[in-house]
């Protein structure tokens, strides 16, 4: 059986949570981070990739939407990618996206947690497990465990 990969993306660059006077769920990308959505549609485009799926807020959906427009696909939400989320939950639904070939995208605090339980279990790594902004981690998945995980920076 070959390893599908999941691709679970860090939401791109969205300005200081200090200078934005709104609901921090919808603040947007900035213009570095609109430069890192494209990035991210020009690394993924060509993969074959079944189902984008983001947390609600504003900025995960801005970085994935230009993949999911390029794709041909709708961007899901699901709360389960969400800041805050509770870790077991967000990795339980990123794991059933293997069979979908699937990209999500979810937030700083999340994501670190995901991948220090994936690096525990069965998930070898060559480096550190970095998140920057507008970052790529490709998950290689077999029958529902984490294989191999494989850090993408962003390159804007």
Not at 8 to 17: E, F, I, Q, S
Not at 86 to 105: I, M, N, R, S
Request: a negative charge; aromatic letters at 4%; glycine letters at 8%.
């Amino acid at each position: 059986m070959t390893a599908v990969p999941i691709h679970l993306v860090r939401h791109a660059h969205a300005g200081k949570r200090s200078a934005w006077d709104d609901d921090d769920r919808l603040r947007p990308l900035s213009e570095k981070g609109e430069a890192q959505a494209t990035w991210l549609a020009d690394r993924l485009g060509e993969q074959p990739v079944g189902r984008v799926v983001s947390s609600p807020f504003r900025r995960c959906v801005q970085t994935v939407e230009p993949l999911a427009s390029a794709l041909g696909l709708k961007v899901e939400t699901n709360e389960a990618l969400s800041e805050g989320a509770d870790t077991a939950e967000a990795l339980a639904f990123l794991l059933e996206l293997e069979v979908d070939h699937g990209v999500a995208c979810s937030h700083g605090d999340v994501i670190p947690q995901i991948l220090r339980r994936l690096r525990a279990g069965t998930m070898e790594v060559d480096g550190p497990l970095l998140d920057s902004k507008g970052s790529l981690w490709i998950l290689e998945c077999e029958r529902g465990k984490v294989l191999r995980g494989r850090y993408v920076p962003p390159e804007v």
